[in-house]
């Protein structure tokens, strides 16, 4: 079966730190793999995806960079935190199908402080 | 641009009661709906996929309608128990299926 881990699953970071938080899926090839933020009050809304290895849509504009050097990774990344990326972050998957059910990690939730 | 929304946005019912959760979208080009539950400080449970083609989908307790033309969809939970509270969600494809829009959830007390 489909496994997806994330991690960290907390963090708490100074302003102007850099950020790296790690995404894997166990289970299944070629997946499109996903980067959402969760806002408290507000919806999901979606940073990045990517369909392959070194494709990557940006969905929008931020200091936050996403990066997958391997099928089955995804790594979300900043250079110079800001007080307003702090939130809760998830990571997602589905199959290449446009049928594709999502699937979704733990989170990881960032404090910028 | 898509455009998701729950109601209600919170809802607290008597243990057993049966109970329907809404979600309306503004595009009815889909590809499909998918329902999921939260549970406080984790991450993202998929519950049903309803395909653009299928009108609802059933899993144990829950059913899930899809009527594209009016763009709406239900959520409905029977003999509800305390372990169904949460915050639920429905989500659909925009301008593209890895484009998933959410609403902003119902979130729902069940209380014993």
């Known amino acids: 079966s489909q496994t997806i881990h994330q991690w960290p699953a907390t963090l708490v970071q100074p302003v102007g730190s850099p950020l790296s938080l790690e995404c894997t899926v166990e289970g299944t090839s070629n997946p499109n793999l996903y980067w959402y933020r969760q806002a408290a009050g507000r919806g999901l809304q979606l940073l990045f995806y990517?369909?392959?290895?070194?494709?990557i849509s940006s969905e929008v504009p931020q200091n936050l960079s996403a990066s997958r050097p391997q099928d089955r990774q995804f790594i979300l990344s900043s250079k110079k935190l800001l007080l307003s990326d702090s939130g809760f972050y998830l990571c997602a998957w589905s199959g290449q199908a446009n049928t594709g059910e999502l699937f979704f990690g733990e989170g990881s939730r960032l404090t910028v402080l | 641009k898509q455009e998701v929304t729950q109601i209600p946005a919170a809802l607290s019912v008597p243990e057993g009661e049966n109970l329907v959760l809404n979600c309306s979208f503004t595009d009815s080009a889909i590809y499909n709906l998918q329902w999921f539950r939260q549970d406080p400080g984790k991450g993202l449970t998929s519950l049903l996929l309803?395909?653009?083609?299928?009108r609802e989908q059933t899993s144990g307790r829950l059913n899930a309608s899809l009527d594209k033309s009016s763009g709406r969809s239900t959520l409905y939970i029977a003999a509800s128990q305390p372990g169904d509270s949460a915050t639920y969600l429905c989500?659909?494809?925009?301008?593209?299926?890895?484009?998933?829009?959410f609403g902003i959830g119902t979130k729902l007390q069940v209380i014993p």
């Open positions: 990517s369909v392959g290895i070194g494709q």
């Open positions: 989500a659909v494809p925009a301008g593209g299926y890895q484009k998933v829009t």
């Open positions: 309803i395909q653009s083609s299928q």
